[in-house]
């Protein structure tokens, strides 16, 4: 691609970062919460994918870091399901209510989905790339 | 008033996607019908509804029918 959508991808890619991470965490007291706080993520990553090339993208991304990002946030969401069943951590207590720091401990719980499902769309998006990629005739 | 005049610009876009000859120009139809009818979706006070159809459907699902028309060929009914 040219460079005038190289450098608005550099500008962007950060800013849409921060916004997919600011609809996940404040999912229990606006709209959003961790699926499309997620998918913002991972459409930061799509636009990436566009602009630049295989090696440029590769330098920054691996493949198996996301899936075993993708696989510690699974375990850490599971870690916080049972911590909520078997101990029960009364840290309700220690928040104020109508704030961001409410809500149990469900802002872990939507941060940690967010990831989730950003590295799994990031690997479905991957794998289709690579595919055109490969491919001499292609136009990317 | 502008919630029936969207519905009909979605009514219109939908007919555009269907008629289309270029698949591309298809695709990209259907990209700003699903905007209309996130606007929709958010004049129907559903604001989750809307930021999610916006998100996955206008911009993951018009980049998976983009890598599809890019392996099918542009035009209808020509292999």
Known sequence: MDAIIKTTTRLLVPLIMVFGFYVSLHGHISPGGGFPGGVILASAFLLLVIAFTEKEVEKHFSEIKIGDLKSVASIALLGIVLLEVIVRPDILHLQTPLTLWSGGVTIFLNLFGAIVVASGLVIIVYSLVKEEWKSKKSKW | ?79
Do not use: S
């Open chain 2, 1 to 79: 008033m502008i919630f029936e005049l969207l519905l009909l610009v979605a009514t219109i876009l939908a007919i555009a996607a269907v008629e289309a000859k270029d698949m591309l120009y298809a695709v990209l139809i259907l990209g700003g019908l699903d905007l209309v009818v996130a606007v929709i979706f958010y004049l129907m006070a559903a604001p989750d509804i809307a930021i999610t159809q916006i998100v996955v459907t206008a911009v993951f699902g018009t980049f998976i029918y983009v890598v599809a028309v890019n392996r099918t060929g542009r035009k209808e009914g020509i292999e």
